[in-house]
């Protein structure tokens, strides 16, 4: 507490307004306060120590530097579905739950991973381009393949890999997907075959990716994974840019065994303008955009702040995605 009163701590570089927060902070008799990474050091030992609450935004780090002086903090709430930019072991070790929100823009992710498996396949940038520069010619961007001729796999297959799933059905396409966590009833109930990852990776025209960020995830696609892809795949990514080793996929598109990738995420981000992929004619990139609509970012905020009134309050938290270790009163 600060002054007698529960105290936020929202650290964001992301949003400029917080008016929606401040709101419905007030309404539960909470006071905020908002920092963003260029006065972290100022605001460090005025606020962590009294903090109840912290929101840490996606892209915020959140490591055991700032974690380790919170000593009054029963919640971390990320806003987002991401959550690796928090240490929740060091969290873990100063009994605070950290809680994400991972179902707020299902419906998002999913248009847009259809979009950026339609655009790429459908070469509409490449189109768009020339199309600008005053060539109007359909057949100087082939091969451009059917889709329903494809097999398109999923690497993960949680909410929003069953919602992609839905959403390819009317598309006549196979599906396959690859999620050890997932049991095999759950594919049944979706029409999705169950493989292993090389079988994912050896039938996969379009290989979607619907994985979080971990130290198993991490570069999981290095260039000998990407090369058993069939020639003339495309890689889509809505998950985490680090997932892929990108200069391995740069390569491959280079060698013309991927014939293109939609990004949605990058490993640097926002990226350099010298950035490899963005050079790429075969590259179609998106600013980490896919879960954006006006009706997700109002859910996103709102849940973001429930989870903090919840976790202050002693109430709890279903989607946490740590377990502390100690009780802090």
């Known amino acids: 507490m600060k002054e007698g009163r529960h105290f936020v701590w929202i650290l964001d570089d992301e949003w400029n307004n917080h008016e ?50 919170l000593q009054s903090c029963k919640v971390i709430s990320v806003t987002g579905i991401g959550y690796n930019h928090v240490d929740l072991e060091a969290a873990a070790q100063r009994g605070i739950v950290v809680s994400n929100v991972p179902d707020y823009c299902l419906e998002e992710v999913s ?56 959403k390819l059905k009317p598309f006549g396409v196979r599906v396959v997907a690859h999620d050890q966590y997932v049991p095999a009833e759950v594919f049944d109930t979706y029409g999705v075959i169950p493989v292993s990852l090389d079988e994912l990776l050896q039938q996969s025209d379009i290989l979607s990716l619907h994985v979080p960020l971990t130290p198993e995830t991490k570069h999981l696609l290095h260039y000998e994974r990407l090369k058993m892809l069939p020639k003339g795949a495309f890689v889509i990514n809505t998950c985490r840019g680090g997932v892929i080793n990108e200069n391995d996929l740069k390569t491959l598109i280079e060698e013309g065994h991927i014939a293109g990738a939609g990004l949605d995420v990058l490993e640097e981000e926002p990226p350099s303008p010298d950035y490899p992929l963005l050079m790429m004619e075969e590259v179609f990139i998106t600013p980490h955009a896919s879960y954006m609509s006006e009706e997700s970012l109002t859910q996103l905020r709102e849940r973001a702040c429930q989870a903090i009134i919840d976790g202050v309050q002693g109430n709890p938290l279903p989607y946490a995605v740590n377990q502390p270790k100690v009780k802090v009163e």
Request: charge should be positive.
């Open 111 to 166: 248009n847009h991973t259809i979009a950026l498996i339609l655009g790429v396949t459908r070469r509409l940038s490449s189109y768009n381009q020339k199309v600008r520069a005053g060539k109007w010619d359909p057949m100087d961007t082939l091969p451009i393949r059917r889709l329903s001729e494809n097999t398109i796999g999923l690497l993960g297959f949680g909410r929003i890999a069953r919602m992609v799933t839905e």
């Open 20 to 69: 929606l927060e401040k709101n419905i902070y007030k309404q539960h008799g909470f006071d905020v306060q908002i920092t963003r990474s260029e006065n972290l050091e100022r605001d460090l030992p005025l606020y962590a120590p009294y903090a109840d609450g912290v929101v840490a935004q996606v892209g915020f780090s959140c490591g055991a530097e700032i974690i380790n002086q």
